[in-house]
């Protein structure tokens, strides 16, 4: 059985009741804590079998965030990196979703948008149906940000943002990262990818080199079941600059796996598109995508070690 914490990505509201040691401890002592990191592109809350919501649908069911909870809390993470999550947003029944799971799983959380469709005012004034990405800690968080990444590049289809979240593991600094970068061509994704990893360089450092986990959607596959020798190169080439800045791959650096590791489309996964890169502080020790339907992707857990 696995000691210690556990790390996933999603957003979340504001813990309560949770402490975390702010006594020093020895590398000895620090040493082999285990964390496990999930991450998990919610579709706006919508279930794999259900239709989001939008201008052309006169009516629907709405999202699940129940459902998305739930899948969340079998998977037991310390942190969780989300994307396409929605506040305040006419098509997600008015609600912040990250607050709303934060506080079913007793996480804290931070949101940040990245686009919003337009300013309506529908859920009330001054709301403007922000989605973004999001992220959930069982540890208290003590700082966030985020940065927008390059718009005017080819195929661009909407703003994408980097979001993140600093908290203390004991005594220690970490950061985790949420980033979902386009799905439409390699010449957008090259140079979002390159502005976010110079901003996580700028934030570990700014954090004393945190301990740090990078998580999200990438929209590149190097595991196809169709065996795709173009995309797979193209997957190959957004890997290669995550783990030419220093991450690792915990898919394929885990020694065991729970399952297949393909993520997209949930009910008949057959491309690995959404990665939990390890930083140098951690040995990776497990990985697995959970089968679920509660969104069109499946939530990718990797368990972590500190060396």
């Known amino acids: 059985m696995r000691g210690g914490m556990r790390i996933i990505t999603m957003a979340a509201a504001a813990i309560t009741g949770l402490g975390v040691a702010t006594t020093a401890v020895t590398a000895q002592e ?11 592109n919610i579709q ?11 201008a052309t649908t006169s009516s ?3 999202p699940d965030l129940d459902r998305i909870a739930e899948r969340i809390r079998k998977l037991n993470p310390d942190v969780v990196s989300l ?11 008015c609600v912040d979703m990250a607050a709303e799971l934060g506080k079913k799983l007793g996480m804290d959380h931070r949101f940040h948008r990245n686009a919003y469709q337009h300013p309506t005012h529908k859920c009330g004034a001054g709301k403007n149906e922000d989605t973004g990405n999001a992220i959930l800690s069982k540890f208290p968080i003590t700082g966030t940000g985020k940065t927008d990444l390059p718009k005017d590049v080819p195929g661009q289809d ?3 943002t980097l979001v993140w979240a600093s908290f203390t593991v004991d005594g220690k600094p970490m950061v985790a990262y949420s980033l979902h970068i386009s799905h439409l061509y390699q010449d957008a994704r090259i140079p979002q990818l390159k502005a976010a990893l110079a901003s996580v360089a700028q934030v570990n450092k700014a954090h004393g080199n945190a301990m740090s986990v990078l998580s999200g959607d990438f929209n590149a596959a190097v595991d ?12 190959k080439q957004v890997v290669n600059l995550v783990t030419d800045a220093g991450f690792t791959d915990g898919w394929q650096a885990a020694p065991k796996h729970t399952s297949q590791p393909y993520t997209h489309k ?8 959404d990665y939990v890169f390890a930083g140098p502080s951690f040995t990776v020790t497990q990985a697995g995508a959970l089968n679920t339907r509660a969104s069109d992707h499946r939530p990718v857990a990797v368990d972590l070690r500190v060396k």
Do not use: M, S, W
């Open 44 to 54: 706006h809350g919508y279930p794999a079998d259900r239709k989001p919501c939008d």
């Open 158 to 160: 909407k703003p994408r």
């Open 30 to 40: 620090y040493a082999g804590r285990e964390l496990r990191v999930v991450t998990f």
């Open 266 to 273: 949930a009910d008949n996964p057959t491309i690995r598109i």
């Open 83 to 93: 994307q396409e999550v929605n506040r305040d947003h006419r098509f997600g029944n």
């Open 224 to 235: 196809r079941a169709d065996g795709d020798q173009g995309k797979i190169t193209e997957g």
């Open 60 to 62: 629907c069911a709405g």
